[in-house]
């Protein structure tokens, strides 16, 4: 196929239009001109491409970043707003939640909408609650705002793998993945990092607001640059009427993810847990049997339950969910252990975990250019090196915590962090490429969302219960928890060996749901190399 231009219908009127030949065409607006530059090339050969691959990741990349930057920041908040401790928890829960409910339903507005409407209106929405965030007066405006946050980086992030998918074809759509993965990786790894770092310039209480306002300057320039060289017109127009967002089915879902995560981040009386969590199974009862009505009768829903009709979808969504409850949990815990057990500053906490975002970012670019040729093992791989990493930080933590000052324990960490660092480089980007390879690209942006929401989902659930586990073996074992501002940074005032015996239950929790991650993987590989003898067996037939 070459990337000839095709040649716009529009050059060539017909005979008898009703238009008149002699006159010079008007002029196109910006996104005429943009819309007629994407029709006039093959799939695949847009020349804007990579500039659009590079908005699409430095804006997604910081709204990412968004969930793990903050920790660092919390002392701040609470000393400036006098935020108490479940004010920040849900400082921290509200943004992650937010984003969730809104990437299925944010796939769909781009399928039908048009992908750079949504995510310019995304990106908008960021920007502008970043600044609101920054200039919140209480912590009941800082927590509305980062709703707001949320629901823009909702908005904007199952754009990203849609436009990769449409705009890429071949080799290059693995590569476009790989470093897609290297912007997730680096967003989760480089929040705690990046937060000490802008902390570290102003020791001013107030410091934490510009955690905040380092979004703007780049959320402008991404609005910018968009609708400059992002695509404009929808890639499955059929004149028909636009879709409309199901409201029910994202309240039922809301409520859903709200009963399930209140027992863990609130920590209820054990009949209040419970009755949440039945109430949480019957509301997803609910929400499947909705979602089945409206699509029996051919109206829209928020999750199109025929994408899962495929097995191999099926797993990679499995395969997201499980892991990122797992994967997501190791920043959290590890920051709080090395601030409040070991007292390291925000910034020596952050630099402590570098060798995992080092790693987590060359991986990416290697596996994205082999994941035609290898497929699933790269996950499968790639799990398995994630569970390595994890049991030897946990072998170090258990065995060397109490003899090694904090520097050397540091030191110390830097191998199975950049193993694990590695093998999570190999699970993320693959897996996504893997996932959405096997759905159809008209339906690319609802299948990104559910793919998405469902790593959210397992993020939000991995920091309430790996969380609840690190607490609660610190307190049984007569350490602080910093006041029960998680991150809050007791300055190492406790008995250390609680702290370590805290992350060690931790991590074992996080690797038992990497080896999780590994049954729906293995599953895939098992129906990949299916596939491929039964190709070879037609080829040699024919």
């Not at 703007?216 to 320039?221: C, D, H, N, S, V």
């Not at 199974?281 to 009768?297: D, K, M, N, P, Y």
């Not at 190791?330 to 090395?338: E, T, W």
């Not at 610190?474 to 029960?484: D, Q």
């Amino acid at each position: 196929m070459t990337s000839t231009p095709r040649q716009s219908s529009q050059a060539h009127p017909e005979p008898g239009d009703g238009r008149d030949e002699s006159r010079p065409p008007r002029p196109r607006s910006g996104e005429e001109e943009s819309r007629g530059q994407e029709q006039e090339y093959e799939h695949g050969q847009d020349p804007r491409r990579w500039k659009a691959l590079a908005v699409c990741l430095v804006s997604g990349f910081m709204t990412l970043l968004d969930v793990s930057i903050i920790n660092v920041a919390l002392p701040s908040i609470s000393q400036d707003l006098g935020a108490s401790g479940s004010d920040l928890q849900w400082v921290l829960s509200g943004y992650a939640l937010a984003f969730g409910l809104v990437l299925v339903p944010a796939g769909r507005l781009g399928d039908a909408h048009g992908r750079r409407r949504v995510f310019v209106a995304g990106l908008a929405t960021f920007t502008l609650a970043s600044l609101a965030c920054g200039l919140a007066p209480s912590p009941g405006w800082l927590l509305a705002f980062r709703l707001l946050q949320g629901v823009g980086g909702g908005l904007l992030q199952p754009q990203v793998a849609a436009f990769i998918q449409s705009l890429f074809s071949g080799p290059e759509r693995g590569r476009a993945f790989g470093l897609l993965g290297t912007s997730i990786g680096l967003s989760t790894a480089v929040g705690p990092l990046l937060g000490g770092t802008i902390l570290s310039v102003d020791p001013d209480p107030s410091s934490w607001r510009l955690v905040f306002f380092v979004n703007i300057p780049i959320g402008l320039a991404g609005v910018v640059l968009a609708m400059r060289w992002l695509p404009a017109s929808r890639p499955a127009d059929d004149g028909g009427p636009r879709p409309k967002v199901d409201l029910v089915g994202v309240a039922l879902l809301a409520l859903t993810l709200t009963a399930l995560l209140l027992p863990l981040l609130e920590q209820p009386p054990v009949l209040a847990w419970v009755a949440l969590w039945v109430a949480s199974a019957a509301l997803a009862v609910a929400f499947v049997r909705w979602e089945q009505r409206r699509g029996r009768t051919g109206r829209d829903a928020v999750v199109d339950l025929s994408l899962f009709r495929a097995s191999r979808y099926r797993n990679g969504v499995l395969v997201g969910l499980v892991y990122f409850t797992g994967f997501t949990t190791i920043f959290f815990v590890l920051s709080i252990y090395l601030q409040d057990g070991l007292g390291m500053s925000p910034l020596a906490a952050g630099l402590t975990q570098t060798p995992f975002a080092v790693g987590g970012a060359i991986t990416p670019v290697i596996a994205g250019r082999a994941v035609e040729r290898l497929g699933r093992r790269l996950v499968v791989g790639g799990l398995t090196a994630v569970a390595v990493g994890l049991l030897g930080v946990l072998a170090v933590v258990a065995t060397l915590s109490s003899s090694l000052e904090p520097w050397q324990l540091g030191l110390v960490l830097v191998v199975p962090l950049l193993v694990g660092g590695a093998g999570s480089g190999v699970v993320i980007s693959p897996n996504t490429t893997l996932t959405l390879s096997v759905v159809d690209p008209g339906s690319s942006g609802s299948a990104s969302g559910v793919l998405q929401t469902s790593q959210r989902i397992g993020s939000s659930v991995g920091i309430a219960l790996v969380g609840a586990v690190y607490f609660g073996v610190v307190a049984a074992s007569g350490g602080s928890t910093g006041g029960g501002v998680p991150g809050g940074g007791g300055g190492g005032g406790g008995d250390a060996s609680a702290y370590a015996a805290g992350l060690s239950a931790s991590l074992v929790v996080a690797v038992v749901l990497v080896l999780l991650a590994l049954v729906p993987a293995v599953a895939d590989l098992r129906a990949e190399r299916r596939e491929q003898r039964a190709d070879e067996g037609t080829g040699a037939s024919a």
